[in-house]
């Protein structure tokens, strides 16, 4: 599998990359993947020119093939002005001009970084709308990281969370059954069968059914 971290840290070094580590170690210690880290940083000058020109130059088509082939996504921000950077919204609004479905059904896991705990709620009222926007599937749990939080009780205890959340979801869609293709025939199902050998997903039988069969034959 493979994990892809998406960081917005305008400094070297920055909080906003040091969330987005321990972020990707959390993740990786419960689904092994390969990890590969997109610094938005270094792609501002290409962001602006894909704006201009209307074409991502090298550097920023390797981020987004990157970003659309990953089997989940990590995306750290600095806040700014109680919101998310402007660099990285420019990175999701430059991907999502190039391919408008490169997010959809990607598991993407939302933090940020900010001075101060009163910015806690970016996560909710910024970060996860503009991923729902996007057709991402967003980890329940979000993790921001204000200035005191580090070194503080409860810090780590959110990253293993949201760390183990998104690699069940990496896990799960890795493993999924990829659809029939168009036009192929169903296998013959014996008769009375029931459950998922029905097309029926996993789950309880429903009641009627199973009254049904003990009742006697004629």
Do not use: C, N
């Not at 420019?90 to 705990?117: M, N, Q, R, W």
């Not at 998104?166 to 493993?175: E, K, N, P, Q, T």
């Not at 025939?185 to 029931?194: D, K, S, V």
């Not at 097309?199 to 039988?205: E, I, N």
Request: hydrophobic share 45%; net charge negative; proline share 8%.
């Amino acid at each position: 599998m493979r994990l892809v971290v998406v960081s917005a840290g305008l400094t070297v070094p920055s909080s906003t990359r040091l969330l987005a580590d321990r972020l990707a170690a959390a993740t990786t210690g419960h689904a092994p993947a390969g990890v590969e880290v997109v610094e938005v940083r270094d792609l501002a000058v290409e962001i602006a020119h894909a704006f201009t020109s209307g074409f991502p130059g090298a550097g920023l088509s390797a981020a987004f093939d990157a970003v659309r082939s990953a089997d989940g996504l990590i995306v750290v921000t600095p806040v700014f002005s109680a919101s998310y950077s402007g660099l990285f919204k420019s990175f999701f609004d430059a991907l999502g001009g190039d391919d408008p479905d490169a997010l959809a059904g990607k598991p993407v896991l939302v933090a940020a970084t900010g001075g101060s705990a009163r910015h806690s709620l970016v996560l909710e009222h910024a970060l996860r709308p503009l991923f729902a926007h996007l057709k991402a599937v967003v980890v329940p749990t979000g993790v921001y990281a204000a200035s005191e939080d580090w070194g503080a009780e409860g810090l780590e205890g959110r990253i293993g969370r949201a760390g183990e959340q998104l690699a069940g979801l990496m896990r799960g869609l890795s493993g999924a059954v990829p659809a029939p293709p168009a036009g192929a025939t169903a296998p013959a199902t014996p008769a009375g069968t029931t459950g998922p050998a029905a097309g029926r997903p996993d789950g309880p039988v429903p009641f009627e059914e199973r009254l049904a069969a003990l009742r006697p034959a004629g």
